[in-house]
C-alpha cells in the first residue's frame, strides 16, 4: 500500500489534449497531444474541430499518461479535470472522460479552474509560500491574482481588450508567420534590432494592474499594410516584444509596490518568453520569484493534477465546488 497521493489530471480547455499523473510531489507522466499542426492550416483555433480532435484522442492520452507512470488505474486516489474557462466543447470532452472514470473506480472528482492551474505550474517540483501575486498570460488571459492562501484566489487585474498571448498570435499572423505565434515571433525578435516605434498603451502610465493590447496589435496592422514590402520581420518582432515586454514588466513592479508578499509566481503560455524571462530574473528584486519549468508553461495536465493534489492533500475537498475567484 502506497501512502504517496497519486492524482491523474485532464486538461482540454483549449487544442492539446492532456493528461498526467502525479505522485506525492514528482510528476510521472505529462502526456500532450498538440492539434497544433490541424489549426495552423486556419491560422486560428477551429472550436468544432478542437472538440472533435479531443474526441478522437482522449482515452488514448489518457491510457499512454498511467501506462508512462507505470502504475495502473486502482492505484490514483483522485482524478483532476479542467472544468472552465476554456472552448466548452473541448472542456465538456475532458469533463466526461473525468466523470467517466471517477464513477468506475469510485474515486473523487476535483474541478480545477485552468487559470488557477495555470499558477500551480509553478509549484510543480517548487514549493509556495503565501501570501503571494500570481499572474497568468496565456493565449486567452493576462491576470494578475492575489493569493491570500493556498487556494484563495483575488484577480486584481486584467486585460481591457485582447489576451498578451493573442496579440502574440494575430501579429505573427499580420506578419505572416505560423500559429501560434509567440514562439515564432521569440525566436525571431532575437535576430531583430528594436527600430520601429511601436507605441505603448496609455495605461501603461496609470496606476491600475491592467493591460491592453490591442492597440499595439492595430498598430503593426497598420503599418505593415502601409510598408508591406519594406518591413523587416525580425526587426518587427524585436519592436513588439520590446513593447509588450515592457508593459508586463512595469505592472508587474507596480502590483509589487503595493502588495508585499513573499513570492511572485508566473505561469501560462507567454511566461516561456526567453525575453520576459530575462527581465523578470534580472529586474524584479526583493523578492521570491517562481517562473515555470518550460514543458509546464503552455497547456498541460502536470498543472492540473498539481492543483488537484494540493485540495484533495489539504483536505479542503468540501470547499472544492466554492473555489471561485472574487473580482476586486
Ligand atoms: O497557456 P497556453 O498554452 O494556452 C492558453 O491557455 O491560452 O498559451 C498559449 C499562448 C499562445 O498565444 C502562444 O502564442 C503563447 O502562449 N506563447 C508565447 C510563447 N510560447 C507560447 N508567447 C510569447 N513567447 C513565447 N515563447
Ligand atoms: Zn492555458
Not at 138 to 163: K, V
Request: with cysteine; hydrophobic share 40%.
Amino acid at each position: 500500500m502506497h501512502n504517496k497521493l497519486t492524482v491523474l489530471g485532464i486538461e482540454t480547455s483549449c487544442d492539446d489534449t492532456c493528461a498526467s499523473v502525479m505522485s506525492g510531489d514528482s510528476v510521472l507522466s505529462n502526456v500532450i497531444s498538440s492539434q497544433c499542426d490541424f489549426h495552423n492550416i486556419y491560422g486560428g483555433i477551429v472550436p468544432e474541430m478542437a472538440s472533435r480532435l479531443h474526441v478522437q484522442k482522449i482515452d488514448l492520452v489518457i491510457k499512454k499518461a498511467v501506462s508512462e507512470a507505470k502504475i495502473n488505474f486502482q492505484e490514483l486516489d483522485c482524478i483532476a479535470y479542467t472544468e472552465e474557462p476554456g472552448l466548452s466543447g473541448s472542456l465538456f470532452v475532458g469533463k466526461v472522460a473525468a466523470q467517466t472514470l471517477s464513477l468506475l473506480l469510485q474515486i473523487p472528482l476535483i474541478k480545477i479552474n485552468h487559470l488557477h492551474g495555470h499558477i500551480f505550474s509553478a509549484a510543480i517540483n517548487n514549493k509556495f509560500s503565501y501570501p503571494l501575486i500570481g499572474l497568468v498570460i496565456s493565449g486567452g488571459h493576462s491576470n494578475f491574482y492575489y493569493c491570500e492562501d493556498s487556494l484563495l484566489f483575488t484577480q486584481i487585474g486584467t486585460t481591457y481588450d485582447d489576451a498578451i498571448g493573442e496579440c502574440y498570435d494575430k501579429v505573427a499572423r499580420i506578419l505572416g508567420l505560423g500559429y501560434p505565434g509567440g514562439p515564432i515571433i521569440d525566436k525571431l525578435a532575437k535576430k531583430g534590432v528594436c527600430r520601429y516605434k511601436v507605441p505603448m498603451p496609455d495605461l501603461y502610465h496609470d496606476q491600475t494592474f491592467n493591460f491592453s493590447f490591442s492597440g499595439i496589435k492595430s498598430w503593426v496592422y497598420n503599418f505593415v499594410k502601409k510598408r508591406k514590402k519594406t518591413i523587416n520581420v525580425p526587426d518587427m518582432c524585436a519592436s513588439f516584444q520590446h513593447v509588450v515586454v515592457e508593459l508586463v514588466i512595469k505592472k508587474i513592479k507596480l502590483v509589487l509596490k503595493e502588495y508585499k508578499v513573499s513570492q511572485f509566481v508566473i505561469g501560462g503560455g507567454v511566461s516561456c518568453n526567453s525575453e520576459l524571462r530575462r527581465r523578470l530574473i534580472e529586474e524584479i528584486k526583493n523578492v521570491d520569484i517562481l517562473i515555470p519549468e518550460i514543458p509546464y508553461t503552455t497547456d498541460n495536465a502536470a498543472m492540473i493534477a498539481r492543483m488537484g493534489s494540493e485540495i484533495f492533500s489539504e483536505k479542503k475537498k468540501e470547499k472544492l465546488w466554492e473555489i471561485k475567484t472574487t473580482v476586486l
